[in-house]
């Protein structure tokens, strides 16, 4: 077994051919599994405001973008994407598959900084090919999939740093560092567990180790300082107005478990219940966290000291990101949720295929860490079949057809949340019909804000201004989300007595009623 960083690994030779064909075709079904039929499902709430902020001018959006609570690289990179292979649903998704893609093979090149045993490459490749989190962002519009590209880069990057002892390498990790800070705020608690893998991490001698790891921080702040004032005021926009509720311990479980692979789908409870437990959620996340902490487990008992600090190195990263952000969760504004946490993913897998291959040297420990990765793989499995076949996306599409399959009359549409505009906007191009939403309608000021909530009947001011100046036939009250936008259903009761119900069309996550004015 080679583990750490062994120059002495043995290069593929043509004698390989079995394996180098297997690990081709399980790379081949991973990716098929993120790009197959990416345009099927409809865009969903999230992804329209990406639609609609990669419409704009690279000026503008860094402007628009200000209002947000992310930065501006992503949706720079995506404007220029859409220019060349336009905004259909596939290719606003396709950047997100390319760059799951990329990391998958990323991913596979970091094993093989670890290990030359062709199993572990084969598991790396299996357990990071069916990881229902990667698959899930990389079939999205949105910037998760590329916080997991620059993650798995910069774990990389670090790894031939500390490797080589060549300092050239602090370039890549400072460009990495900086683009993910403009990609995502979140991305700042995992640059801290980057700087803790790169201390733990074996390799060259370390007397250069601290003024490397200052030339990287001073190098990404001067990279970042411009943003830094937008940080700061999107913090303060966000401060106790965002949609996720402080986290309990079952939230973190949750996700920890979904980081492994796993998800709280159909398919996956078969499986659990399969063995004798409820089919719930909570067993799902019982049995996969289990199974994660006797591979782990194994792998620390049977590892020498070398291997102990590999290891380590990868559970800080694996382990700082979920376990910080849940705690600043608690003690200032709750941001607490899986999708940010795509990006420790790699290191995980890479941590559970290197303790079932130092498990192997004992044969009680190869039994017990062979069974739990058999288990995790097929709940992993299950996980990723119920996303696929599960889990559906708002029908914004049919909404859209909805709408203009209707007679012509004078009727203005009312989007709670007022976001929801945007993906339906996207679908029905006519605007045939005038469109607000509450508090107001999303274009009303300039530049536009998320996250704006019906709290009080004076937030319903602009409404009640538009009824009493337009004459108007019809009203139709498109709600979607609205369980944080509107959560006392206020602007509902206002449309309702200004009118009749005559219709309630239900559709994938959105419910549209429509009004006839007295």
């Given at each position: 077994?080679?583990?750490?960083?062994?120059?002495?690994?043995?290069?593929?030779?043509?004698?390989?051919?079995?394996?180098?064909?297997?690990?081709?075709v399980?790379?081949?079904?991973?990716l098929?599994?993120?790009?197959?039929?990416l345009?099927?499902e409809?865009?969903?709430f999230?992804?329209?405001?990406?639609a609609?902020?990669?419409?704009?001018?690279?000026g503008?959006?860094?402007?628009l973008i200000?209002a947000d609570?992310?930065?501006?690289l992503?949706?720079?990179?995506?404007?220029?994407?859409v220019?060349?292979?336009?905004?259909?649903?596939?290719a606003l998704?396709a950047?997100?598959?390319?760059?799951?893609?990329v990391?998958l093979?990323l991913?596979?090149?970091l094993?093989?900084?670890?290990?030359?045993?062709?199993p572990?490459?084969?598991?790396?490749?299996?357990?990071?090919?069916?990881?229902?989190?990667?698959?899930?962002y990389?079939?999205?519009?949105?910037?998760?999939?590329?916080?997991?590209?620059?993650s798995?880069?910069l774990?990389?990057?670090i790894?031939r740093w500390?490797?080589?002892?060549?300092?050239?390498?602090t370039?890549?990790?400072?460009?990495?560092?900086a683009?993910?800070?403009?990609?995502?705020?979140?991305?700042?608690?995992?640059?801290?567990?980057?700087?803790?893998?790169?201390v733990?991490?074996?390799?060259?001698?370390?007397?250069?180790?601290?003024?490397?790891?200052?030339?990287v921080?001073?190098?990404?702040?001067?990279?970042?300082?411009?943003?830094?004032?937008?940080?700061?005021?999107?913090?303060?926009?966000?401060?106790g107005?965002?949609?996720?509720?402080?986290?309990t311990?079952?939230?973190?479980?949750?996700?920890?478990?979904n980081?492994?692979?796993?998800?709280?789908?159909?398919?996956?409870?078969?499986v659990?219940?399969?063995?004798?437990?409820?089919?719930s959620?909570?067993?799902?996340?019982?049995?996969?966290?289990?199974?994660?902490?006797?591979?782990?487990?194994?792998?620390?008992?049977?590892?020498?000291?070398?291997?102990?600090?590999v290891?380590?190195?990868?559970?800080?990263?694996?382990?700082f990101?979920?376990l910080a952000l849940?705690?600043?969760?608690?003690v200032?504004?709750?941001?607490?949720?899986?999708?940010?946490?795509?990006?420790?993913?790699?290191?995980?897998?890479?941590?559970?295929?290197?303790c079932?291959q130092?498990?192997?040297?004992?044969?009680?420990?190869r039994?017990?860490a062979?069974?739990s990765?058999?288990?995790?793989g097929?709940?992993c499995?299950?996980s990723?079949v119920?996303?696929?076949t599960?889990?559906?996306?708002?029908?914004?599409?049919?909404?859209?057809?909805?709408?203009a399959?209707?007679?012509?009359?004078?009727?203005?549409?009312?989007f709670v949340?007022a976001?929801?505009?945007?993906?339906?906007?996207?679908?029905?191009?006519?605007r045939?019909?005038?469109?607000?939403?509450?508090?107001?309608?999303?274009?009303?000021?300039?530049?536009?804000?998320?996250?704006?909530?019906?709290t009080?009947?004076?937030?319903?001011?602009?409404?009640?201004?538009?009824?009493?100046?337009?004459?108007?036939?019809?009203?139709?009250?498109?709600?979607?989300?609205?369980g944080?936008?509107?959560?006392?259903?206020?602007?509902?009761?206002e449309?309702?007595?200004?009118?009749?119900?005559?219709?309630?069309?239900?559709?994938?996550?959105?419910?549209?009623?429509?009004?006839?004015?007295?």
């Amino acid at each position: 077994m080679l583990l750490g960083f062994n120059h002495s690994r043995r290069p593929f030779h043509a004698t390989d051919f079995v394996f180098v064909l297997t690990l081709i075709v399980v790379a081949f079904a991973a990716l098929a599994l993120r790009w197959a039929d990416l345009g099927r499902e409809s865009l969903w709430f999230d992804e329209g405001y990406t639609a609609w902020m990669v419409g704009h001018t690279p000026g503008e959006i860094v402007r628009l973008i200000r209002a947000d609570t992310a930065p501006p690289l992503y949706y720079l990179m995506l404007a220029g994407w859409v220019r060349v292979l336009g905004d259909s649903e596939t290719a606003l998704r396709a950047l997100s598959a390319g760059c799951a893609s990329v990391s998958l093979l990323l991913t596979l090149l970091l094993a093989r900084r670890f290990t030359s045993s062709k199993p572990a490459l084969l598991l790396t490749l299996m357990l990071a090919g069916v990881s229902m989190l990667q698959i899930q962002y990389a079939r999205e519009a949105r910037f998760y999939a590329l916080m997991l590209l620059e993650s798995t880069a910069l774990l990389y990057a670090i790894v031939r740093w500390r490797e080589s002892d060549d300092g050239r390498w602090t370039i890549p990790i400072v460009l990495l560092s900086a683009c993910s800070l403009y990609t995502n705020n979140a991305m700042l608690f995992t640059l801290i567990a980057a700087c803790g893998f790169a201390v733990l991490i074996p390799g060259m001698p370390k007397r250069r180790l601290p003024l490397h790891l200052s030339l990287v921080v001073l190098g990404t702040g001067l990279l970042y300082a411009p943003w830094l004032p937008v940080f700061i005021e999107q913090s303060r926009a966000v401060g106790g107005n965002f949609w996720i509720t402080t986290p309990t311990t079952g939230d973190l479980l949750g996700v920890l478990s979904n980081l492994a692979g796993t998800g709280n789908y159909l398919a996956a409870k078969a499986v659990v219940g399969a063995i004798g437990l409820p089919e719930s959620a909570e067993a799902v996340t019982a049995v996969t966290l289990a199974c994660v902490t006797i591979i782990w487990t194994a792998g620390f008992v049977c590892a020498s000291a070398t291997e102990r600090r590999v290891l380590s190195a990868l559970l800080f990263f694996c382990l700082f990101p979920p376990l910080a952000l849940f705690s600043y969760s608690l003690v200032r504004q709750p941001i607490f949720m899986a999708k940010p946490l795509i990006v420790v993913t790699p290191a995980l897998v890479l941590s559970l295929v290197l303790c079932v291959q130092i498990a192997w040297k004992r044969r009680a420990s190869r039994v017990v860490a062979s069974l739990s990765v058999m288990m995790l793989g097929t709940l992993c499995v299950a996980s990723t079949v119920g996303f696929l076949t599960e889990e559906t996306k708002e029908d914004w599409r049919g909404a859209a057809r909805y709408v203009a399959s209707l007679p012509p009359a004078s009727r203005v549409l009312v989007f709670v949340a007022a976001e929801g505009q945007l993906p339906f906007d996207y679908y029905d191009r006519t605007r045939r019909s005038a469109r607000t939403g509450a508090p107001g309608g999303f274009f009303d000021v300039d530049p536009p804000r998320t996250l704006r909530r019906v709290t009080s009947d004076a937030d319903l001011t602009a409404l009640r201004a538009l009824f009493s100046n337009t004459k108007l036939d019809e009203i139709i009250l498109v709600r979607s989300h609205d369980g944080f936008a509107d959560p006392d259903g206020r602007t509902e009761r206002e449309i309702a007595s200004k009118g009749r119900l005559v219709e309630t069309t239900e559709l994938r996550l959105i419910t549209l009623n429509r009004y006839e004015i007295r």
